[in-house]
């Protein structure tokens, strides 16, 4: 061994592990199972630590479950299509597949320089004619069960993306992705009815014992579930339509005194067309549009409206209420119109007290005197005894909500309802870079889905993107014309490409088995591989991705076609990559590239301090010193190794009891590293205490080296002890174990070893030294045999001389013992 140099080391043994297929993965069922996925990556080009931080966890997972006897898949692509490469293609003047397949290239050789366990046989693209065909074949299987429909709607529309974005994509009234403004626009989009397993997304929760509970609550609060009442207010003097809302609290219908629509509400722009307020009331709507959902609806945010003009006739009492506009109302949660009953709910209370709106209480508590409503302070929003409500008078607020629900039911104006916060998904973008939508439009014969033998259905090759035609796809006269499958006649394609997330809610089967040619994945591949044992990503995906991803296995798994109903038993969210107080980005300056820290330090200090600095699902706080330190530590073992390996025996070495106490202290380490860096794994995650533990174990080595003489070190021991540190290094930082293992000699792969066992018997302590206090303050140590019980270092402790001083004169009431430890006295 010469000095260490991770730039030749680290290639070398890359090289080899490509040779060798060490990563590939094939079914057997003769082994158990575990099933590693990172989140794959947009191909921009470049890695960022963020991507090094998630490959690095999933990579230790990999390699440790391998060397646990785990039949392990391990696999990478790319998802590929999407609006970011459709805009670098457009400034950098090149066709979108062929800046994609360069960003790719560079990425896949920055991810395997990183040293990173991927079964690249399994490498999949989105991009790739030969994925996206079967996300369009997904496409037609929702769409023949009817979970796939077509309508006009009212649309988050990005001007400066120029295209459709989901309620998921809109984060606080801006595009996620170029954080422009969103306008609404209505157009004619393709739907997904995932509100058709709203209730099995939301009770399928449960199941997800291994998620991080955050994660599940986002997810609940975005699908919404709420049990109450659909009820229609007719409109005076607008016979052509009606206004349905959503309440939980029917029984406070006859305390209505006004009724509030959202500023994106699709009626709004008819109640008030040709009127004197429509100027007025338009420009309002515009303005409340633009503050985010969560600006909106804060407690501390100011409730405003503005009257339209109009008024809403209560169902049962026929009287009159005004309509208005307002901020707190929002279009993605119930009808987009809500009921104004300011006595009995506190934002209607504030906002019916800033607007000069009646206040009228229908419900009193139980407890209040029978009489004027003056009698209880307002608003009350308590169960109690419905008054001022005609013929429901003296009903429980509970009892009414049903008796009210039935009255409105018997009338043709209301029914009960669930309701969820959660709205069909819209995956029509009007962009270049996508999956087209494989339907064809006939005059004679409508709508006709291309049929499956025509599939996949092409992408043109990419001419100027850069106009303003909108969608592109329909700049391409020889794509958009076409024949009709049913009558031959001529017809015309959908222009519109699919949302990425189609192609990323469903790949993770598509690794299972990526060349197959006749079907989207192979049915006893996925049956043997899925669900993926443990998802690691970042916890911006917990409502879009995770979502829609676990929507489309439980299409497929009523389908038949899968086997599991989640695809995704374990799920680690970790924390983002900080630098200098702020998370790191181009725009701050404190982007630090894998590549320079590959180039000056090497793929394994990198790697090791990604995991040492911080918990993984905790955010990690970048710092040079930090890095230069586990290089040092990766130095320090190297010499350890260079040190020892020529001085070690052929052979097994001897028992602890041939070892002496400094060897057997040594055992005793070695043997609790063992027990701690698995748990630290396999049950924890905790990888940072994991290689705490490992740097303890080569200072204990050094400790022993210098501690003992040369002739009386235990050599075996030694022997045994590096041959330990290499292989529980080896998940950490893989490249350096190799060299380790083949400097001590030994053959193979150390990724191809077992993991080792630790021995409890080597664990026991013969002699341990416990701290002794009075009335909780330190006033000695006393050694001792390990176990010895409390009363024998109650005596022992008050032989001690220092401790007999504080305890003479004093009364001894109670001692406290942890258990080779501490001992505390408590006296008076």
């Avoid at 991507?51 to 060397?67: K, N, P, Q, T, W």
């Avoid at 600006?295 to 005004?322: H, Q």
């Avoid at 899968?562 to 998370?583: C, H, I, N, T, W």
């Avoid at 380790?740 to 080597?762: I, K, N, T």
Wanted: glycine residues 8%; charged residues 25%.
């Amino acid at each position: 061994m010469n000095g260490y140099d991770p730039q030749t080391i680290e290639p070398k043994w890359q090289r080899r592990w490509a040779a060798e297929g060490f990563d590939r993965a094939a079914v057997d069922p003769s082994r158990p199972k575990y099933y590693v996925l990172e989140m794959f990556p947009y191909p921009s080009g470049k890695l960022h630590m963020g991507h090094m931080r998630v490959y690095s966890i999933g990579d230790v997972l990999a390699r440790f479950l391998r060397m646990r006897g785990y039949n392990v898949i391990h696999p990478m692509g790319w998802d590929a299509f999407g609006l970011p490469a459709e805009n670098a293609a457009i400034q950098n003047r090149v066709s979108p597949d062929r800046w994609t397949g360069r960003s790719v290239a560079q990425m896949k050789k920055q991810q395997q320089r990183l040293g990173v366990s991927y079964d690249w046989d399994k490498e999949i693209n989105t991009s790739s004619p030969d994925y996206y065909r079967w996300t369009q074949w997904l496409f037609l299987l929702l769409y023949r069960r009817g979970l796939a429909y077509r309508k006009r709607a009212a649309v988050n529309w990005c001007p400066r993306c120029r295209t459709v974005l989901a309620n998921e994509q809109v984060e606080a009234g801006l595009c996620w992705r170029c954080e422009s403004e969103v306008e609404f626009q209505e157009r004619e989009q393709w739907f997904l009815r995932i509100t058709d397993y709203a209730e099995r997304l939301l009770n399928d929760l449960d199941t997800l014992e291994d998620w991080p509970e955050r994660v599940q609550v986002m997810q609940q609060n975005w699908i919404g579930r709420s049990e109450g009442t659909e009820i229609s207010f007719k409109i005076k003097g607008f016979p052509e339509a009606e206004l349905p809302v959503f309440t939980t609290r029917a029984d406070t219908l006859f305390g209505v005194t006004y009724m509030v629509l959202a500023p994106e509400h699709p009626l709004l722009p008819r109640l008030v067309a040709g009127t004197e307020k429509e100027k007025e009331v338009m420009d309002f709507a515009a303005r409340m549009r633009r503050e985010s959902e969560i600006e909106r609806t804060s407690e501390e945010s100011p409730k405003v409206g503005l009257f339209t003009g109009r008024y809403a006739l209560n169902p049962l009492n026929g009287a009159a209420v005004p309509i208005l506009v307002g901020n707190y109302v929002i279009m993605t949660y119930g009808t987009g119109a809500v009921m104004g009953v300011p006595a009995h709910d506190e934002r209607d209370y504030q906002f019916a007290r800033s607007h000069n709106l009646p206040v009228k209480a229908v419900i009193r508590p139980p407890d209040a005197e029978t009489g004027a409503e003056g009698a209880f302070e307002l608003p009350y929003t308590g169960e109690g005894l419905m008054i001022n409500s005609g013929e429901f008078d003296g009903l429980f607020s509970v009892d009414g909500v049903k008796k009210v629900t039935e009255k409105l039911k018997e009338q043709g104006c209301g029914k009960f309802q669930i309701t969820y916060r959660l709205r069909d998904w819209l995956i029509s973008r009007q962009r270049y870079w996508g999956a087209p939508i494989p339907v064809i439009y006939c005059d004679r014969c409508g709508t006709v889905p291309v049929p499956e033998k025509d599939l996949p259905v092409l992408l043109p090759p990419a001419a100027d993107l850069s106009g303003d035609r909108v969608p592109p796809l329909s700049h391409y006269e020889s794509f958009v014309q076409t024949a009709c499958p049913r009558c031959g006649g001529a017809a015309r394609r959908e222009t519109d490409t699919m949302d990425t997330f189609m192609c990323s809610s469903w790949y993770f089967l598509r690794f299972t088995s990526p060349q197959l040619k006749t079907f989207p994945f192979d049915k006893e591949a996925a049956d043997y591989w899925m669900p993926v044992d443990q998802y690691i990503g970042g916890i911006e995906h917990a409502v879009l991705h995770l979502l829609y991803a676990r929507f489309f296995t439980k299409v497929l798994y009523d389908g038949g076609l899968v086997q599991v109903e989640e695809p995704f038993s374990r799920l680690l969210a970790q924390g983002m990559v900080y630098k200098d107080g702020a998370k790191m980005s181009k725009s701050k300056g404190n982007v630090v590239s894998p590549d320079e820290i590959v180039a000056r330090y090497g793929a394994d200090t990198g790697r090791l301090f990604i995991l040492f600095a911080a918990p993984p699902e905790k955010d990690l706080d970048w710092n040079e010193q930090g890095v230069e330190g586990c290089h040092r530590f990766l130095r320090r073992a190297w010499r350890l190794v260079e040190e020892c390996r020529a001085e070690l025996p052929a052979g097994r070495g001897k028992g602890a009891d041939e070892i002496g106490p400094p060897g057997v202290e040594l055992n005793r380490v070695l043997h609790a590293t063992i027990k701690k860096v698995t748990a630290d794994i396999e049950e924890r995650f905790n990888f940072n205490t994991a290689i705490s533990a490992i740097m303890e174990l080569v200072n204990a080595a050094y400790d022993y080296r210098r501690g003992v003489t040369p002739e009386k070190q235990n050599r075996f021991l030694l022997k045994e002890l590096l041959r330990t540190l290499t292989v529980l290094l080896a998940p950490f930082a893989p490249h350096l174990a190799e060299e380790f293992w083949q400097a001590l000699g030994y053959g193979g792969s150390v990724h191809r070893q077992p993991w080792p066992d630790y021995e409890p018997a080597a664990l026991a302590v013969e002699e341990v030294e416990v701290v002794i206090q009075i009335n909780g303050k330190v006033r000695g140590r006393m050694a001792v045999s390990a176990g010895t019980a409390g009363e024998t270092l109650l005596k022992k402790a008050e032989e001690q001389p220092r401790v007999s001083e504080f305890l003479e004169g004093k009364k001894v009431l109670r001692h406290i013992v942890v258990p080779d430890k501490l001992i505390n006295i408590v006296v008076r």
